[in-house]
Nanobody, 114 residues
């Protein structure tokens, strides 16, 4: 299984980014997928998850700003991030939910800075 994240970058507060995670080597559609992040000096945390039926759930501090979605035909899960804040700075990862240790990829860096 390989999960490859992309779409990160440097953005000013209030800006937007769209992250993508392409999955290979697995049957994608039956799994719940999650976006996770790890800020410097902090533990990795779940940011958003989406079930196989596209039901979504978000951690409180991103509700109303982030949107998770999936395209099963492309084996891809997305994270649209709007109104970004300084505290959103982190490396963002995708994994199934609950996560499997061997599935972690390299992540994509999101830096929110003025």
């Amino acid at each position: 299984v390989q999960l490859v994240e992309s779409g990160g970058g440097l953005v000013q507060p209030g800006g937007s980014l769209r992250l993508s995670c392409a999955a290979s080597g697995m049957i994608f559609s039956p799994f719940s997928m999650g976006w996770y992040r790890q800020a410097p000096g902090k533990q990795r945390e779940l940011v958003a998850k989406i079930t196989s039926g596209s039901m979504t759930n978000y951690t409180d501090n991103v509700k109303g700003r982030f949107t998770i979605s999936r395209d099963n035909a492309k084996n891809t899960v997305y994270l649209q991030m709007n109104s970004l804040k300084l505290e959103d700075t982190a490396v963002y990862y995708c994994n199934i939910h609950p996560p499997i240790r061997n599935y972690w990829g390299q992540g994509t860096q999101v830096t929110v800075s003025s």
